[in-house]
C-alpha cells in the first residue's frame, strides 16, 4: 500500500477529531444534511435521522470513508458524499446485513441502525472508477426517465464508483453547434437517430435510423441530461462527457467551402457520418461550437470520452499522430485541465494515437482486461499510458448471468502492484447495466479492497447480506454459482456467458443466437441447476426481498435457457434420421420450455417487452411519433436496423435478452414456423421450404401484439416446476 493512503487510513481510523468515538451526543448534533444525506432519505427513509454524514479532506489523491458509531446514531465520514454513500454502504453490506443493487434490493432492517464496534475504514486504491458501457443508453433503456436515473446514480455510488458516462444529451450537443455551419433545424433532427441508435451515431458508425427527432423530444432529453448531471456534480461524481473529434453531418463541404472530409465508408450495413479532417482550421471551428454549446447546456466537467477511427474507420491519407495532436489541441483549448477517455477495444487506441498525445492526461479505458485468452503487456500497448481494468461481461445486453471473476481476482491486484504499472483505475463496461447484481458489486469492491479479492469468501458473505441473513442453503448456491457461471476464465477467449439457443434464429445446427457469442456453454450445465434447489430451500424468512426474488428468476432462467442446448442436439437426430413421431414429441417439448421460460421472466419488471415499449411511447407527443420511438426500441432487440444490418451486417439479435413478449412472442413464432416447415419436409420426404427471417422479423417488430406492462406470477410456485423437471 502506498505511505500517504497507509498514512491517511491510519489517521482516519484513530483521530479522535474525526469522531472516532461516535458518540450519539455527536451524531445527532450534526444531522443529516447534503447529498449523502438525501439520498439516504430517498434510499431509506425511515433510518435517515440516525445518520450524519460529514466531508473530510482528501489526502494523497485517494477517495476514503469512515463508518462510527453506535446503535441508532451513525457517522459515516468521506472524501465526497458518493464515497460517504459508498462507506455507509459498506457498513449495511457487512455490518446491517442489507443491500442494495441495479437487481432487488434487501432493506429488512431494524428500528434503530446497529452500531459499530472498530470503526470502518477503506480507501479506494485507484482514483478512477469509471462505469456505464457508451452502449449503455441504448441497450439498458433508451427512454428511461428520471425516477430510474435518480435511482441508479445512488446504487452507482453505493458501489463506489465516481466517474459515470452520460450520452443522454448529447443529441442537443451535436443540433446546437452545427446550426452555426449552414445547416437547419430540420436537417439536423432529421441527422439525429432514435434515442436507442444514438450511441452508436455518437461513435461515428451510423446516423438517422429511428428518426427524426421531433423538437419536444430533443428538449426533454436535454432536461433529463441536465437532471442527470445536475445529481452526479451534487454527489462529488464526475459526469463524462462525448468530445469533439470529428464527425460532421451530410453536405459539411458544400455548405463550408473548403473544409476538408474524409468518407468512412460502412459500419454494419450503414453508411458512416463523413470524418472532419482535424487538421484543418474548420475543425477548430468546429470544435469551439460545440464544446461551446455542450459548456452552455450542462456546464464543463474534467473527463471527455473520444474513439478515433472506431471499428473499422479509416483515415484516409490523415497521420492519425497529427489527428490525434489536433483533436486534443482543440479539447485543452476547451478545457485545458481535461482528462481524455478512450476505449481499449480491438486496435484501439492505436499506438500513433498515444504516442502523439499527452499520456499524463488520458485514460484508456480497457475493455479486454478479461476477454481474450492472452491479454498482453498493456503498458507497452499503450506505452505507460494511465488505464483502467475493465470488463464487458454481456454484449447487447444478454440476459446470461455470468463473469470471469477468478480473472478479476487474479489480474486486478496483479496488475496494479506490479513495479511500473499505469493501472490507474477500474472501468465497468457491461454493453447494458442493470443485470448480474453480483458481479456489479464485486467488480466495484475491487478498487476498495486491499490485496486480492478471496473468492470464495466473497461469495460466501454475498448471499448472507444479499438476502438478510446467513442460511446453508443460500450458501450452497452461491458457491455452485461462484464454480460455473461465476466460475469462468478468459483462457476459453470470452468474457460473457453464452446466449440461449431459444433466442436464435432456428437452425437445428444452431450454437449462438449474436453473431459474436460464445458458441457453447463455459460451465456444466448439469452443476449449474444444483443451485436451483438449494435457493428454494432458503428459509422462508429470507425470501422477502426483491433480492431474493431476482436472484430465483435469473437461476431458474438460466436453468432453462441451458435445456436448450442439452435439447438441440436431440432434435437435429431425430429430424436426420427421419424420425418424425420423435421429433415431433421433442418439438412439443421445446415448445413447452420456451413456454416455462415466458412464465419464469414474466414475474420479474425488469424482463417485460410490456415495459420496454411503453417507456418508448410515453416519450412522444403524437401518435406518429409514439409509432416511431416503439418501433426505434423494439426494432434494437431484434433486427437492429434495415435487413441489410440485420443480415450482412450480422445484427440481427445482437441484443438477444429473454424478456417475457420476445419469448413468448417473436422466439416462439420462429420456432414453431421453423418446426412446421421441417415437419412437412419430413411427411413429403423433400428438403424443407427456406424461411425469409429478415421478413418474418420486421413484420413483427413493426406489428405485434401489446404485452403486458407489470409481472406475473410467483416465481418461487414456477421455479419449482422448472426444477421439477430440470
Not at 169 to 175: E, L, R, T
Not at 244 to 249: A, C, D, K
Not at 555 to 566: E, N, S, T
Not at 608 to 632: F, K, N
Request: hydrophobic letters at 40%; aromatic letters at 12%; glycine letters at 8%.
Amino acid at each position: 500500500m502506498p505511505i500517504a493512503r497507509r498514512t491517511l487510513l491510519c489517521a482516519l481510523a484513530g483521530t479522535a477529531a474525526l469522531g472516532a468515538a461516535g458518540t450519539p451526543a455527536v451524531a445527532r448534533a450534526a444531522g443529516p444534511s447534503g447529498a449523502a444525506a438525501a439520498a439516504l432519505a430517498r434510499l431509506l427513509p425511515r433510518h435517515r435521522s440516525q445518520v450524519t454524514f460529514r466531508t473530510v479532506p482528501r489526502e494523497g489523491g485517494a477517495d476514503v470513508f469512515r463508518v462510527s458509531g453506535t446503535t441508532g446514531a451513525l457517522l459515516v465520514e468521506g472524501t465526497t458524499p458518493a464515497a460517504q454513500l459508498t462507506g455507509f454502504h459498506w457498513y449495511l453490506r457487512h455490518t446491517a446485513h442489507a443491500h442494495f443493487s441495479w437487481n432487488g434490493a434487501q432493506t429488512a432492517l431494524p428500528d434503530r441502525l446497529p452500531g459499530v464496534r472498530t470503526p470502518l475504514v477503506k480507501a479506494a486504491n485507484v482514483a478512477h472508477r469509471f462505469v456505464l458501457n457508451d452502449t449503455n443508453d441504448s441497450y439498458a433503456g433508451p427512454y428511461r426517465g428520471w425516477d430510474y436515473w435518480e435511482h441508479e446514480i445512488d446504487v452507482l455510488a453505493l458501489h463506489g464508483f465516481n466517474e459515470v458516462l452520460v450520452y443522454t444529451g448529447a443529441d442537443a450537443v451535436y443540433h446546437r453547434a452545427f446550426r452555426e455551419f449552414g445547416y437547419s433545424d430540420a436537417e439536423l433532427r432529421e441527422w439525429l437517430p432514435g434515442p436507442a441508435h444514438q450511441p452508436w451515431w455518437l461513435m461515428q458508425n451510423m446516423a438517422s435510423f429511428g428518426g427524426p427527432v421531433s423538437p419536444s423530444l430533443l428538449a426533454r432529453r436535454t432536461a433529463l441530461a441536465r437532471r442527470i448531471v445536475r445529481r452526479l456534480r451534487e454527489l462529488g461524481m464526475t459526469p463524462v462527457f462525448p468530445g469533439y473529434f470529428g464527425t460532421v453531418p451530410p453536405g459539411f463541404v458544400r455548405r463550408n467551402p473548403g473544409a476538408r472530409v474524409v468518407p468512412q465508408g460502412d459500419w454494419g450495413g450503414f453508411r458512416r457520418p463523413d470524418w472532419l479532417d482535424p487538421r484543418t482550421p474548420h475543425f477548430g471551428r468546429v470544435a469551439r461550437a460545440f464544446y461551446r454549446a455542450q459548456q452552455e447546456l450542462y456546464g464543463a466537467t474534467s473527463m471527455y470520452k473520444m474513439d478515433l477511427l472506431h471499428e473499422g474507420g479509416t483515415p484516409g491519407d490523415v497521420p492519425v499522430g497529427e489527428a490525434a495532436r489536433a483533436v486534443e489541441k482543440a479539447l485543452r483549448a476547451a478545457h485545458p485541465r481535461a482528462i481524455w477517455a478512450i476505449l481499449g477495444w480491438q486496435t484501439n487506441p492505436r499506438r500513433e494515437i498515444v504516442d502523439a498525445v499527452d499520456k499524463s492526461r488520458m485514460l484508456v479505458l480497457d475493455g479486454l482486461s478479461d476477454h481474450y485468452a492472452t491479454v498482453t503487456d498493456r503498458e507497452a500497448d499503450w506505452g505507460g499510458t494511465p488505464y483502467a481494468f475493465g470488463s464487458i461481461w454481456n454484449f447487447g445486453g444478454h440476459t446470461a448471468m455470468g463473469a470471469n471473476t477468478p480473472d478479476w481476482a487474479d489480474l486486478y491486484d496483479r496488475w496494479r502492484t506490479k513495479d511500473g504499472s499505469a493501472l490507474s483505475g477500474i472501468a465497468l463496461m457491461p454493453e447494458a447495466a442493470d443485470n448480474n447484481p453480483a458481479a456489479f458489486a464485486l467488480f466495484g469492491d475491487l478498487a476498495w479492497t486491499d490485496g486480492p479479492v478471496d473468492l470464495p469468501s466473497w461469495f460466501a458473505e454475498w448471499p448472507r447480506y444479499r438476502y438478510g441473513g446467513a442460511d446453508a442453503h443460500a450458501a450452497r448456491a452461491w458457491d455452485v454459482l461462484r464454480r460455473t457461471a461465476y466460475g469462468t476464465r478468459r483462457a476459453d477467449g470470452w468474457s460473457e456467458g453464452a446466449d440461449s439457443l431459444f433466442a436464435a434464429r432456428p437452425d437445428l445446427a444452431v450454437s449462438h443466437a449474436a453473431a459474436w457469442s460464445p458458441r457453447q456453454l463455459r460451465y456444466d450445465a448439469d452443476a449449474f441447476a444444483r443451485a436451483l434447489p438449494e435457493l428454494l430451500a432458503v428459509a422462508p424468512s429470507l425470501r422477502r426481498s426483491s433480492a431474493y426474488r431476482y436472484d430465483l428468476m435469473d437461476v431458474a432462467r438460466q436453468c432453462v435457457a441451458d435445456r436448450g442446448r442439452l435439447l438441440l442436439p436431440r432434435l437435429k437426430a431425430a429430424y436426420d434420421t427421419g424420425n418424425r413421431a420423435r421429433f415431433r414429441g421433442l418439438t412439443r417439448e421445446w415448445l413447452d420450455w420456451m413456454s416455462l421460460l415466458e412464465q419464469v421472466v414474466a414475474t420479474d419488471a425488469g424482463h417485460l417487452l410490456g415495459r420496454w415499449t411503453a417507456e418508448a411511447r410515453a416519450w412522444g407527443s403524437t401518435p406518429a411519433e409514439r409509432d416511431r420511438l416503439e418501433y426505434d426500441a423494439v426494432s434494437l432487440l431484434t433486427t437492429w436496423g434495415p435487413r441489410a444490418s440485420a443480415d450482412s451486417g450480422k445484427l440481427h439479435d445482437y441484443a438477444n435478452r429473454e424478456w417475457s413478449g420476445l419469448v413468448g412472442g417473436l422466439y416462439r413464432l420462429r420456432w414453431k414456423t421453423y418446426f412446421t416447415a421441417l415437419d412437412t419436409a419430413l411427411t413429403s420426404r423433400r428438403a424443407p421450404k427456406p424461411i425469409d427471417w429478415s421478413a418474418l422479423e420486421d413484420r413483427w417488430t413493426r406489428n405485434r401484439p401489446a404485452y403486458p406492462t407489470a409481472p406475473a406470477g410467483d416465481i418461487v410456485r414456477v421455479a419449482r416446476t422448472v426444477a421439477a423437471r430440470l
